[in-house]
């Protein structure tokens, strides 16, 4: 059941100088004036806060979720190993991916289509979060561009790899933490022999 | 003008008659100049400012992208300047729908009938000093008349007409209702702003404008000081003749839309534009009455006299008429301005409250105001001179305690003292708020 509160209703007190009407006009007056002064002459001290749309922009906060983007390796393929995690994730089923197989060995596949339907998606980020290999990320602070066609507003692989991330944008070396850099981090080098060493070491759930 | 040049003049005007040259040729371009500043200058300007200026007052850019030309890659917007001849292009280029029922010829006429008494205002307001050239005095005035004021009053009173014949004409109830209300709103205010000027012509002794003007060199005989209460009985009755916020319920957009609801194109655009021009009709008008007109304030307290403005009268009469414009149109633009700040600083009436502030608050006042300069004129019993110092006092007293009363503010209420008797102005109240609870 609700609570019972209190809550004085508080008229605006009107008496003989407020009927006067004058005073209180001035004052009002005042008022605006000083906002038509500082805003037109104010320098820094603006309240006028309205930013120029196309010519300028207000940069989004970091854990904006924008446009996707497919994150690359190092030879600018992408991470992604077309596992369909982000697909199966996606309450909006904007992702569509095609695997085939992939010509490293140490890599089972590779999406040979990869599209996202920007329309369609809702910008939840869950594809980002499915993601194991870090490999869809949205992380450009972009918006989708705008579009006359429908068919314009599904980006392909191409245009997926092509954006740039935050980090990149600020000329910085990305860091990624895909179950990739996992492996590479947990696993020995590779023997010369080419073979795939014994695992010596438990696992570190053992321990 | 050196004596060179005026006998070549005298030659040119000597092949017309002298009565043609003061007669046609002078008030002609008098009349050419008064209009090429007010429809050429202040009308479109203030559908800038008004945007414009609003735009400052809260906080926004305003209208900044219209542009004929780009430079360097750049449009040139010039402070949205280019806005100006935007709005007159879509005013004339839309389409002028005319109701099936209207009467065709009023509704036609309306418009005109308006915008013809407020640019007739500008007839009579001197808007520079007296030029000589060369043995002839020209009175920057287009028509010096002895019944001057009257002559605004009669004149501007016919705006009234347009507001009624344009509701009437439309054959539409919202239409007719705000010309119902611009007729009540326009009498009524009408009686204030021609009483709160009794006063003024009762210290200048006349009712011509320029023999007023001549009157207020000194910065003390300014109309503002010798009639303050005057002047904003005045202000506010002009600004209410105009229908413009707080004063619009004529057109009150919220509600009714008014007496040109049924107006589109070019005809709303007429409606609007005298509108403004009878805003920059009121500035001239205050400014020729209450702020010296063109004099430039020359208050020395010795001998009533500033030694320099004297000899720059004397010995460069050019530069001493130009700082005078200069202070007229300056004097102007400060009002003109003023009426949009007051337009978009104040929230609108309602009905009853504009008629009870005409009637009962702004009548009275007026009427007191001619009482108490007429004792005062009387105490100085015959004496003009002393009858201005003591109108002048009384107006010092007047604007010494406004002043004063800006300072006073009323403490905020403390939330817990509800002990005294006259706390009847809020009453406690039980609010029921549903608190969530898991």
Not at chain 1, 177 to 204: F, I, M, N, Y
Not at chain 2, 248 to 277: C, K, N, Q, R
Not at chain 2, 362 to 371: G, T
Request: include cysteine.
């Amino acid at each position: 059941m609700g609570k019972i509160i209190k809550v004085r209703a508080q008229d605006a007190e009107v008496g003989a100088y407020e009927k006067a009407y004058l005073p209180e006009i001035t004052k009002g007056i005042g008022i605006t004036l000083r906002h038509v002064v500082k805003n037109l002459f104010g320098g820094d001290e603006k309240y006028t806060r309205t930013v120029s749309y196309p010519e300028e922009k207000v940069e989004y906060p970091v854990r904006f979720r924008g446009a996707h983007r497919l994150t690359p390796r190092e030879d600018g393929a992408p991470r992604c190993v077309a596992c369909f995690m982000c697909s199966t994730a996606c309450p909006a089923r904007c992702i569509n991916i095609v695997a085939e197989e992939s010509d490293d060995p140490n890599i089972e596949k590779r999406p040979k289509v990869f599209e996202i339907d920007e329309l369609k998606c809702i910008f939840c980020g869950m594809c980002v979060e499915a993601c194991p290999e870090d490999a869809i990320r949205m992380d450009t602070g972009e918006h989708v561009k705008p579009f006359t066609n429908r068919a314009d507003a599904v980006y392909g692989k191409v245009d997926l790899l092509s954006m740039l991330g935050r980090t990149e944008k600020n000329g910085e070396q990305p860091v990624y933490r895909g179950a990739h850099e996992h492996r590479a981090r947990q696993a020995p080098q590779h023997s010369p022999e080419g073979t795939l060493p014994v695992q010596d070491e438990q696992p570190e759930d053992a321990h | 003008m050196d004596n060179v040049m005026c006998s070549q003049a005298d030659k040119f005007l000597g092949m017309v008659p002298y009565d043609w040259t003061m007669i046609v040729i002078v008030p002609v371009a008098k009349i050419l100049f008064i209009i090429a500043v007010i429809i050429g200058l202040y009308t479109p300007l203030a559908t800038l400012v008004e945007r414009k200026l609003s735009a400052a007052m809260q906080d926004r850019i305003g209208p900044n992208r219209a542009y004929i030309i780009k430079v360097g890659g750049k449009p040139l917007t010039i402070f949205g300047l280019f806005h100006t001849m935007a709005d007159a292009l879509k005013m004339f280029t839309k389409e002028w729908t005319t109701p099936k029922s209207a009467d065709k010829f009023l509704f036609y006429l309306a418009p005109v009938i308006g915008l013809v008494p407020a640019l007739l205002t500008f007839a009579v307001i001197p808007f520079g000093p007296p030029i000589q050239v060369c043995d002839r005095v020209v009175p920057l005035q287009i028509a010096s008349i002895n019944v001057g004021v009257l002559f605004i009053f009669a004149v501007g009173s016919m705006g009234v007409y347009s507001a009624a014949l344009a509701g009437w004409a439309s054959n539409n109830k919202m239409a007719l209702l705000g010309a119902l209300r611009a007729s009540a709103q326009s009498i009524s205010y009408e009686i204030t702003f021609g009483l709160t000027l009794v006063g003024l012509m009762m210290v200048f002794h006349t009712v011509r404008l320029d023999s007023m003007v001549a009157q207020q060199v000194d910065l003390l005989h300014w109309g503002v000081f010798l009639q303050p209460l005057a002047l904003v009985l005045f202000f506010t009755a002009a600004m209410a003749e105009n229908k413009r916020i707080p004063f619009d319920l004529p057109e009150g957009e919220s509600e009714i839309v008014g007496y040109f609801v049924e107006y589109s194109s070019m005809g709303f655009g007429l409606f609007m534009t005298t509108e403004f021009i009878e805003m920059s009709a009121i500035a001239f008008l205050t400014t020729a009455l209450f702020f010296g007109g063109y004099t430039v304030p020359t208050w020395v307290a010795t001998d009533h006299s500033f030694a320099m403005w004297n000899v720059a009268s004397e010995l460069w009469p050019a530069a001493f008429f130009a700082i005078q414009m200069a202070a007229f149109f300056f004097k102007v633009t400060v009002l003109w301005l003023f009426q949009f700040v007051v337009r978009w600083a104040l929230p609108r009436f309602r009905y009853d409250q504009l008629m009870r502030l005409g009637w009962r608050i702004m009548l009275p006042l007026s009427l007191a105001n001619i009482a108490v300069t007429a004792i005062a004129i009387l105490a100085a019993d015959g004496d003009a001179a002393k009858g201005t110092e003591y109108v002048m006092m009384t107006g010092l007293v007047m604007i010494g305690l406004f002043v004063l009363s800006l300072f006073y503010s009323r403490k905020p209420r403390q939330s817990g003292d509800s002990g005294h008797g006259h706390d009847h102005g809020h009453d406690e109240q039980q609010a029921t708020v549903a608190a969530a609870h898991h």
